[in-house]
């Protein structure tokens, strides 16, 4: 299957020309900051169709060769961002408390402006998820920037292993106790939800293999099980194949997933926002479970009022892989200053900080092989800065995916719309895309609230409730 | 035959001869037989197909198929004559996808919310792909006559719904009753991918999901089925499922899977689930196929395009306004670079069939969503854009007869066709041809040159309005009040939702399309609604368009007690 499908992405893509695009380039006398392997000055990274060739001093590259003069620019990975919801049509299935068979990766919109805009803030690839409505809700999406092409599979990062959104906690309750009047309405009833979930998935798989083995007796005349996309799902998750990614906060919660998990033998968890994380990072770290964070937003519900701006920092010095992410299109331009905060608060060193929003998040979505690290063979997914990325005056010049310049300062034309709605009301589209919580898209009707109203409104509407 | 002869009850008979076109026809009873079924349209510029002509030629028409097309046909003593002296003759004109006359089913109001959103009954989510679009069929419906009267003789049509909604048929557009209308029952499998707000599937990502799962387990009751018939001692009986067994055809490359298809993501997103399941596929009304031509010659799916245009630029009053500015502000100089790229944008729809020509693509047209009123004018604008007439004549006959099978019945005048035909009183695609005459399977409809309307007639828009709007939560009600000062427009709407009167913003009149946009609130929260209205007179007819979703239908008539 896989195979078919890359054969198609390709065919594709020599159809269209510009998607999949690989480039060749040459990065001349930077600050080259690989994360992995140290700060090389006044060196040079060669690019080959779409990979780094070569990291040294004095490369010469071949006549015609792209080349881009980085004296006295800093030039590290792309950044990552392991937790976002741009570049989706739909976020929230939220009309039932596991939705394991939806993906993501069905409805990729390669045109949203926030592509271009994340660009402009040195990230080359997301993690576009499903939202945090469903305890087990939707599989997510490792997404390349690749902007400027119309073709959704274009946008895919080819080969990145499959995830999945779980969600523990006040959303799933909320959404499903309170507006469906359904399990789960309590912490106890997300655990309940997702172990039967699991358990059905093991019976789902045993009927499976039971009437595949009996298929192959002579005369055998049995009727097959119920073909269920959602417990396929579920299966891959419990056979490894699938790596969890689930929203939570408080330290009970995400101790409970960690005793479920290793319960039915799952292995790959990556525990978003975390907020409490600081308080269970041995017990994190000794399940071999990551964790991907915010530097310092919380309080915007009453699970999320125990937190702390050293919550990566704690979990780095514990030995969890952490990363910060955005979930949210406006701070995903500037992961690099939330990176810099664990500076701040802990004390954490450059590379450190680094790798929170570059090969740690690689390392939780499972592509740290391709990209993350300025290393040979990798990826060509580069930024370049002017000024130290974590100084507060970073500020990125050229954003690079496959090899090819995606974002250019220099030349960053006033409308990069690659569609341009005929029938939109000029008055209406300046400033379309607020930066705004996409979380729970799609639930709003169950709180009486509108689609159209932005977050604040909409908790100011919740506080009058 | 003689049977066949006999069920028909055209809706208009003629005199028996005519001797100049556009002659008002005698009426008669309904129930009244046909004299004849024989006519002979002669001396008419006839346009077999495109690129083939023959000027003062005779077609003649029998029992509902052309019999013969030449230079010097000999007329049968019984045949009606229709002297064709000034008339242009085309083949009829066949639509890829719409409704046309097809019966909406009436929304049941207060329906109960379903206990588990996750698990409602399948009818709840358009999941009846067990439909059949002849049982919604009504030959009387006024779109048959609408979209007749622009030379459509034959229509692929659908229920109306989401998701899997039912078979679509191959209907004509003529005959009394459902059956005589379908040329071919069964044409595809029709889908949408459109979940059901609050229930399962409610994304586009469910409505996938819950395709492949359909799909793959129709494929594993079908293979049991045919096991089953094999020794039927042997196993348990298999479970009936309407739902299931719809596919079986799709499965077996029997029936297409028809997809509404127009935006460019949901084109893509159709193709992926054709790539998973592999089954036939015709995707129509697509409005944004150029981006991805290449996408779509590869997938090998047929294409109908959109005749549904969206509207040009008109040039507005602010610009005027702009021009006596000395200097223009950054506001001004960034709203003219948007509305340059939005005008581009709409040249981009408008030269869509020609690419897609240019790309070797052979496509029909789909009326679906495209207002009747506009789809001559819309032609006009793509040959404007550089499909030509031939291509464009092609894309509306031959094309999509050869797409639905049905080049050896449809698409030409030749001998042994049906009798599908369009006389117009000049070249079609010239802006002042008259559609005169329309036949449908031989039988003779008069296109009903009604009085035109003067353009020039003042339109009063301002007063009051009692209006109704069919919104997806029932019909609402309500007064609109137009007043005008000084030229400029203010106005409220009430209705019968929230029982709340609210100020109108942005409130136009041009010509007589009247545009405004209000704030309705409903407990607290609130949406942004455009409306645009058509005044005629004394009635008013148009949408709503609450903000990012679905526009609704609107209608209106003046107050009595208004001036």
Redesign the interface.
Known sequence: MKKILSIYIASCCALTGVAQDRGNLLIKNGTVLTVTQGTLTETDVLVKDGKIAQIAKNISAPQGTKIIDAKGLFVMPGIIDPHSHIAIDGINEMTSPVTAEVAEGDVINPLQMSIYRALAGGVTAVHAMHGSANAIGGQCETLKLRYGTFDNDAMKMEGAPRTIKFALGENPTRVHGGGSQIVPRTRMGVEFVIRKSFSDAQKYMNDWDAYNKNKLTKGFHGQPPVYNLRMETLAEILKGNIIIHCHSYRADEIFMLMKVCKDFGIKRLVFQHANEGFKVAPEIASFGAMASVFSDWWAYKFEVYYSTAYNAAILTRNGVITSVNSDDAEMMRHLYHEAGKTQKYGGLSDEEALSLITINPAKQLGIDSRTGSLEKGKDADIAIFKNHPLSIYGVPQYTIVDGIVRFDREHDPADMRLLVDPKQNLDDIIPSEKGIDRCMDGTEFLFGLSSEMNTAEKETQLDKK | MIRFFYRRKPLRMAMLFFFLPGIIFAQTEKSVAPVGRTYAISNATIIQAPGRKIEKGTVIVKDGLITAVSAGATIPPDAVVIKGDSLFVYAGFIDGLSHTGVTKPKEEKDKEKP?????PPADRVGLTPQNDVRDFLNPNDKSVEELRNLGFTVSQVVPYGNFLPGRAAIVLLGGNSPDDMVLVSDAALYSELRGT??????????V??KW??LY??AS?SK??QS??AS?KS???R?ANDRVLEAFYPVIDQKLPVLFKSEQ??ET??IF?LK?DLNFQLIIANVK?GW??L??I??SGAKTFLSLDL??EVKKENTKTDQSKKETKTAFDL??E???K??K???GL?TSQAKEFNKAGIVFGFSALSAKTKDISANLRRIIAAGLTEDETLAALTTNPAKLLGLDDRLGTIDNGKIANLVLTDKPYFNEKAKVKYVFVDGTLYETETKAEKKPDAKVVGQGTWNYSAETPDGTVTGKIIIKEEKGSYSGTISNSMNNKTTELK?VSIDKNKLTFSFVYD???????V?ASLTIDKNSIEGTMTP??TESFPVKGTRDPKSK
């Open positions: 206990k588990d959103p996750g698990n707000m609050g229930l399962y599937p409610n994304t586009v990502m469910a996938m999901a492949r799962e793959r387990n594993l293979s049991y096991l089953y020794n042997a196993s348990a298999p460019v993501m893509q997103r992926t790539n944004e981006p991805i290449n996408k010659k590869s969206p509207d960034e709203r670079a948007l509305e790229r939005q581009e944008s709409i729809y942005n409903d407990n607290g929260s609130s949406l942004n455009d903000g990012g």
